[in-house]
């Protein structure tokens, strides 16, 4: 949507691209797109199945699936129509994507150029090859390739699209927003990101403090590795590797991690970009994700195996579900519990994310667009599959009064009141209420019960204000023990039940919400005092 609309709008260069016979003096209307009505030539949808039209006369094949190497070699050519192609053996049309990316394509007779001279070359796109399994798991394929057959890949080493890109991010910061994700990190070198990329963004946010009030500043990216371990990828690629500067791969951090019970000052000199950075960059914890498909302990069991590999484990963003798949990666939206994880996400390490329709499972049972839908999800339209969103659920008034307190009238009330929805509110102010919750360090010694549990201590200055908050956390319907704890009076968050204890033992009873019941014992300290019971309407939480 922004080359003149490029989704919709077919290619301006009527010499390679000729116009459909139907669509001549075709122009956009943004009211009709505002208004929802149709303005296409022939009721022509943007699904993928439906053919643009015809040209002299001749239907034009609404998609056309083709080999991921260019040029095609003659027995790829005499799989396609010979007026599909042109003399180089390159496809003129490839519906839906209107706008064929071959001719804005550098070099691509020519020899692909190295990493280095990428960065001395004025091309505006990587020509090392095209879209195929190299793409995301060899190096440095994976920085270089085209990420899919009709997707270029900007040479992100040229100063000029470096130059464009921070701009187009920098208005964004300069205007307040405190934070972004950045999709499909891997298929750019961590050098270049880290020389390049993430001091620029940084500079902007340090620059522009006072358009976010004040506060830190945060970047996130997806590093794509759909596997079940850390090493599966070759050390470039790993995950891990880029929450570390340019000198570091495969190495071990204790910065997530309590001293016993004593909270670490972390060590952020070895931290992407760079040891001098004002604010640092993290990942999707997609492995640890990826672990859910052996149940609710699954993450969080490799989560707690593989904590060591990252600068600081808890600036990691986690997830149950995405717009891909999950928890389990089965074919159909939704399979899976997903009350237990969010019980456990917003109170472990790390950043939980909840993909959008899942507090009340929008589009239950439909396929996921990939990969579990194959080629019925990965070839159908959008809203056909768990991707689409949202529409009659968000309709009517929302009035909040508090975080986590509202006033709501229409269809967006039911939706609110789901009994998911309710559990995300209540976990939501829970872990407000408690800086352990969000930025503690973490251990999991000398605890038994439940599916999970861990104690989590923060102790530092934020805005002015001098923190030292302990709690204790089981997760699960179960009887929960934790020893050599600080001596002092604990209240539970969930229940306000109180518990005082000299330090050596505390045991608690998670009596309700199955596996998603949860406990979250509070030290009230002199520092830092427990919340004591948090209201909240969870089902799962009582």
């Known amino acids: 949507m922004i080359l003149k609309v490029s989704e919709i709008k077919y290619n301006s260069d009527p010499k390679l691209f000729p116009l459909p016979d139907e669509w001549a003096g075709w122009v956009w209307?943004?009211?009709?797109?505002?208004?929802?009505?149709?303005?296409?030539?022939?009721?022509w949808e943007y699904d993928g199945l439906t053919s643009p039209g015809t040209i002299d006369g001749e239907p034009i094949p609404p998609y056309q699936r083709i080999p991921s190497r260019r040029p095609f070699n003659a027995t790829?050519?005499?799989?396609?129509?010979?007026?599909?192609?042109?003399?180089?053996?390159?496809m003129k049309y490839?519906?839906?994507?209107?706008?064929?990316?071959?001719?804005?394509?550098?070099?691509?007779?020519?020899?692909?150029?190295?990493?280095?001279?990428?960065?001395?070359?004025?091309?505006?796109?990587?020509?090392?090859?095209?879209?195929?399994?190299?793409?995301?798991?060899?190096?440095?394929?994976?920085?270089?390739n085209n990420i899919h057959e009709d997707l270029p890949d900007l040479n992100t080493e040229n100063p000029a699209v470096r130059d464009y890109l921070v701009e187009a991010y920098g208005r964004y910061i300069r205007m307040g927003l405190d934070g972004f994700r950045v999709d499909t990190v891997m298929h750019i070198d961590k050098k270049t990101l880290n020389d390049?990329?993430?001091?620029?963004?940084?500079?902007?946010?340090?620059?522009?403090?006072?358009?976010?009030?004040?506060?830190?500043?945060?970047?996130?990216g997806e590093v794509a590795n759909f596997v079940g371990n850390i090493t599966d990828k070759t050390s470039q690629l790993r995950q891990q590797n880029y929450t570390w500067d340019n000198n570091n791969f495969d190495v071990s951090s204790d910065n997530h991690m309590l001293n016993g019970n004593e909270y670490r000052t972390p060590d952020y000199s070895e931290m992407a970009p760079n040891g001098d950075a004002e604010?640092?960059?993290?990942?999707?914890?997609?492995v640890s994700h990826n672990g859910f498909t052996n149940g609710h302990g699954g993450g969080y069991n490799a989560a707690l195996g593989n904590d060591f590999a990252y600068n600081d484990a808890t600036f990691l963003t986690w997830y149950a579900d995405s717009h891909d798949y999950g928890p389990n990666k089965g074919e159909t939206r939704y399979q899976g519990d997903f009350a237990p994880l969010w019980s456990m996400l917003f109170t472990f390490r790390g950043i939980p994310i909840v993909y959008y329709g899942s507090e009340i499972q929008f589009a239950a049972d439909k396929p996921n667009d990939w990969p579990g839908g194959g080629s019925q999800g990965t070839e159908m339209s959008l809203e056909k599959t768990g991707r689409s969103y949202f529409g009659d659920h968000l309709q009517g008034t929302?009035?909040?009064?508090?975080?986590?307190?509202?006033?709501?009238?229409?269809?967006?009330?039911?939706?609110?009141?789901?009994?998911?929805?309710?559990?995300?509110?209540?976990?939501?102010?829970?872990?407000?209420?408690?800086?352990?919750?969000?930025?503690?360090q973490y251990s999991v010694a000398d605890a038994d019960g439940g599916w999970a549990r861990y104690r989590r201590r923060f102790v530092g200055n934020v805005g002015g204000v001098d923190i030292d908050s302990f709690v204790l956390v089981g997760v699960g319907q179960a009887s929960f023990s934790f020893r050599n704890v600080l001596p002092g009076t604990y209240i539970d968050a969930v229940t306000g039940n109180s518990i005082t204890t000299d330090g050596s033992s505390i045991s608690f009873n998670v009596t309700t919400g199955g596996d998603a019941g949860l406990a979250v014992y509070v030290l009230n300290g002199a520092i830092t005092a427990a919340p004591g019971k948090i209201a909240n309407n969870s089902p799962f939480l009582n």
């Open 29 to 43: 209307d943004e009211a009709k797109y505002l208004a929802g009505e149709s303005q296409f030539p022939n009721g």
């Open 76 to 90: 790829d050519i005499a799989n396609y129509d010979l007026d599909q192609v042109d003399a180089q053996g390159i």
């Open 94 to 144: 490839q519906w839906p994507s209107n706008q064929s990316y071959v001719y804005t394509m550098d070099n691509y007779q020519g020899r692909p150029l190295t990493y280095e001279e990428y960065k001395n070359s004025k091309q505006w796109f990587h020509s090392q090859g095209f879209g195929s399994e190299d793409s995301f798991d060899v190096y440095p394929n994976a920085n270089l």
């Open 196 to 220: 390049m990329y993430w001091p620029e963004f940084n500079r902007i946010a340090k620059e522009s403090e006072s358009a976010r009030g004040g506060s830190d500043f945060f970047m996130f």
């Open 279 to 286: 604010y640092h960059f993290s990942v999707i914890d997609m």
């Open 398 to 440: 929302v009035t909040a009064s508090n975080f986590g307190e509202y006033q709501a009238s229409g269809e967006v009330s039911n939706t609110l009141s789901n009994d998911l929805a309710q559990h995300l509110m209540g976990l939501n102010k829970i872990r407000h209420a408690i800086p352990a919750l969000q930025m503690g």
